[in-house]
């Protein structure tokens, strides 16, 4: 896995921090919740090429 997207991942996830304290002070709780559910999605997104690279070199470790 490559460095920049533990460093994207990080920054998703103190713009979302960021983003959820000033809505909760804000009274906009709903909204705060949407917005660590997107950030969730984000993330989880930016991961899926990481996850099917891993699949791919576990399948030809194992392939014979």
Known sequence: MDI???IK???VGIIV???NSILVRS???DYA???ILAGIVVVLMMLIPQFSSLLDT???ILDF
């Open 4 to 6: 920049t997207v533990v």
């Open 9 to 11: 991942i990080a920054a």
């Open 17 to 19: 921090a960021i983003l």
């Open 27 to 29: 009274g906009r709780d």
């Open 33 to 35: 919740l949407i917005t």
């Open 58 to 60: 576990v399948k030809s």
